[in-house]
């Protein structure tokens, strides 16, 4: 039987913890390839069966009665069950989110491959005795040369020794797959990750030359198979969305791994001459960026990109040569400003200062001189005018260009639109109409630099070349709802959407003047697969499980409480399914945004899932129809921080908790924002182009304009590199967009906690408790993540807090290293138990009913 161990300090689990799933007096009782995929061979011994409860021979006789297709998948069903169960009580958090993550996605390939439970119990075999090598004939006894499906099959046990980490076993399964066909991606991204994790240190640059060299290779394969149409090669269809889940969650890993180590081979990668030359990673990214910036892998993508794009001297054209005005921009220069947030980067916005310098030059020409048309300039602009929009007009105006107008914001725009009048009166004096283009021309010149006032013209798809780029203009420009558009919209009382000045709240004015978080097609949610509301919960708590009810057929519901934009919305579709959500949010204008955002992005069975309501936190009713029987999972993360009144709004979210439902919080980390806030904000309350913003007692009077954000951005850029202001503030990815430096910078109400505090306040008095202390996102703070839980065990132990939540430890902690918790606390509350109802989880470890003891897992990837 699997082994309950108890979890391992370095919460990995070692394949020598893995023992034979059959007493050790069984035996096989088939020397080679029987039905389940059998065949023993080289230095693997015959592996013993899966095995079985106390009814043992009741389910043999039951299976025997089978079908054998529904036999063999019976059995690894219950082989992935007793793995799961290991995995739970070998690993915690972090690695247990994704290991689980990981067996969901074996469990289902493994099935639609047609790999039988037997070669997974020979591998079962050869990782408990550490062997480190298979041998040809053993890897033919696991899959026949002669099988079709040879290499996903191969593929597959790569990725469950993998699960295990035992590269050597993996490595020769892979490289296996890969000679019975070398365009097999998903065998060349497991190779890819077996040399990855050989790299102990950054001065490894041979590991790192070798593993990059095998990632590019992977992700070459994967951009020829999707230029040919198949994604998921050999994975059956699911009517869930399973293939399509497991097929993005692989691209993401491809491009996270090769954004890793490139972090690790800069120098390398310079070199024209080295392992992995700079032409070959230009190549995968110009390749790359225009197929998968719709997917979760768009944000490696743009780190490639940034790392690629930024002080590049190696490139081939670099950006400082490219002139916007003389020719058309690359395919993947479009891809990136349309679809990404690349150019948010101190470096890369020059560039677009100064492409929109030299089209703007060029459109005036058109415009009022009545140059020549040109469509690339046309192009060009509406490429540019798409990504300002998204940025919120916030780059600063370039000065070395004369071309460029002066930093007069609104003023300047003002000017252009007279002079376009004054061209247009011209033209008809002389009897003849504006042509088409220049209609757009005017258009685009006024897009440059703030929203127009009319939606673009006719023109627009006739004009351009591009399509996405007509139909990108459309949707940031031509679609604008204003609150007198939002009629339609559901309200949760009365009172909670009116304009009345009585009723609007600081929080409700902010959100109403801009829509925030801006986002484009894709949310970072790469590393989980969808599940249901309990399997989620129980995944990250299994120990949860002896007190959770049996499942209802009632569908779960989630409350997004402040939805925004609708990105968290987005994030949680992509995490939970068979579940309807409530997007809420007090802003009537968020909530259209969301809504059109998440219409525009969404298939239509995931929009009908969500319900988008106008209200307040403060105004919950548990008796609405909004509630109805409750929430089976409240999530509320950078909202809580931002209410007057915190305590009573955590008390509203849990009063609409159904039984059994959970909260999910994240607020301001008053020790991680105090690290840096008061340096910023000092600076501020000094700069010439914001003071004027603050009263003498140095509080903020007002919200500042976009040509105040413009000049405050421009300041602060022109400051020497490192200095700390500057080195501060262009860590954030806020500081790249009008609606991100408002809400990280001028924010009207604001209160950040430590987490005592937090705990001890407004937790406590809605009647919740911690369950969990998790960290923002699995994938990119996975090291973090473990770094910190490391930390807690070396410096308290886990015998007296096994689930890690003495919130005065993690306290004593992050005063150490405010950067512990990023800017968020992140925490998994449930109601208090009643007397003689639920265990205490405080002061010790759960038990699984089988007598295993778990530990608390941490949450998934989300986004904030």
Known sequence: KFCSTAPCESMSASPKDVPSQRAPNERSGSAGGDERGGGS??????????????????????????????CWRVQLEEHFAAVGQHLEAQLTFGRLDLARTALRELRFRGAAAGVRVGAFERLDAAMSADVGSLGSDAVAGLVAATEPRRADRLTCLGDYCMLFRHEALADELYRAALEADSSCWLAQLGLAKVLAASVAAPAAEKAVASALEAALRCASLLVASCERGRRDEGAAASSDGMEHAIWERRVSQCFQLIDDLLSLSRPAARSENGPCASDSILDILAASAPLFLDTPAAVAIEGIAQKCLAP???????????DAALAPFPVYLYALLLNSQTFCHPILERHVARWRAHVSAVLRGMLVEGRRHSRHALDNAAVLACHLSFVGFCVPCCHHDGGEAPAGGGRDVEKLRCAQQQAWSDQQALGSKPSGHLRLCAWLLEALYEAPIEPPPPELHHELTSTEVGHSLEQQYGIAESRSSCDDLESLMPSAARRDDATVTPCRAFYDS???????????????????????????FPWRRATTAEPTTRRAQVLVAGCGSGHQVAVELRTYADCDFVALDCSARSVAAARRKLRSVLGIADF?????????????DDGSDVVGPGFDLVICCGVLHHLAKPAEGLSKLAGVLAPGG??????????????????????????????????????????????????????????????EVRDLLVHFREFFTFAGILDLLFHPLETAFTLPELVDGPVRSAGLRPVGVFFPDVNADFNEDLAARRAFRERFGDESDPLMLDVARWHALEEDDPDLFGRMHCLFLEKQPEE??????????ATHENGTTLIDTRHHAVSL
């Not at 009908?608 to 307040?616: K, L, P, T």
């Open 312 to 322: 590049a001297p190696w490139l081939p054209q670099p950006l400082e040569d490219i």
């Open 836 to 845: 003689g109802g639920m265990h205490s989880v405080g002061g010790s470890s």
């Open 514 to 540: 801009v829509v925030y978080p801006p986002w484009h097609r894709t949310v970072e949610c790469a590393g989980v697969l969808p599940a249901t509301v309990q399997e989620r919960l129980l995944q990250l």
């Open 608 to 620: 009908a899932r969500v319900r988008f309501v106008v209200g307040d936190i403060l105004e919950l």
């Open 41 to 70: 061979g080289g230095s693997v011994r015959d592996a013993p069966e899966h095995p079985h409860d106390e009814d043992g021979a009741a389910q043999r006789q039951k299976r025997q009665c089978l079908p054998l297709e529904k």
């Open 662 to 723: 959970m909260v999910q919080l994240a607020t301001y980390s008053r020790i991680s924002v105090g690290s840096w806030c008061e340096v910023v904000k000092g600076f501020m309350r000094s700069a010439p182009s914001v003071k004027h913003l603050y009263d003498e007692a140095g509080e903020p009077r007002r919200v500042p304009t976009r040509e105040e954000v413009r000049a405050f951005r421009r300041e602060v850029l022109a400051l020497d590199a490192g200095d």
